[in-house]
């Protein structure tokens, strides 16, 4: 039987109670910058003045986020550096090097979104590609995962097959029932998580060392959770 030395439990609690300061931290600095925001969207001064007060309502009318604080203000998001990658451009001078970093937002409950950012600091490509995610957020739709389960508001798959894609890459999503997990390969596995999809079969095709096409192509399925395309006898009956 394999038991921890105290040293090796000494250094995960060390690391628990840094990664809790750096939380803390975090959120008071982002608490410090919703009361210095001074919004230069109509659509921000309606969150600011208490006006809009939930994300839901903005998705229903159809407005264009255009500053991260209208989500920081709105939802409690976790985030997470998916993929990071040093890039070369060739200039007079000689190679120009910098950071393409991929960001991906999400609240856990139907609302992500994915960013990349670019800058010659990997520090300020992160806080780049975080403002893109907030930027690019999108809302999805769940459902039960299985027709022999009783109608619920349990909402842990997602209501029908999808497809989407980015690149090369092709990623299909099926609905599952309780119990299956996330049946889906690792580079989307994270994207599941943050969405709020607790159930699903999933497929992907394309260069598998790309993961910034993976991320994107598994977004790009679940958004389609929110389109519905009639069929023509539905289509002939309501014209």
Known sequence: MNR?????????KDA????EEKIQRELSNKERELADWAPKTALGKQVK??????????FSKGYKIREPEIVDSLLQ?????????KTTRVVRAGRKFSFRVTVLVGNKDGYIGVGTGKD????????KAK??????LVKIYRGSGSWEEQPTEDQHSIP???????GSVRVNLMPAPKGTGLAVGHNIRRVMEFAGVQNVWGKAKGNSGNTLNFVRAAINALEQTGKVKLSKDVLRKIK
């Open 120 to 127: 010659v600091d990997r520090f300020p490509a992160i806080n």
């Open 49 to 58: 003045n208490g006006t809009i007060t939930t994300i839901d309502e903005i």
């Open 4 to 12: 921890k030395r105290p040293a090796d439990i000494k250094k995960a």
């Open 77 to 85: 998001i976790v985030e997470e550096v998916v993929d990071t990658a």
């Open 160 to 166: 029908f097959k999808v497809t989407g894609q980015s």
């Open 131 to 136: 403002r893109d995610a907030k930027l690019n």
């Open 16 to 19: 628990a109670e840094k990664n």
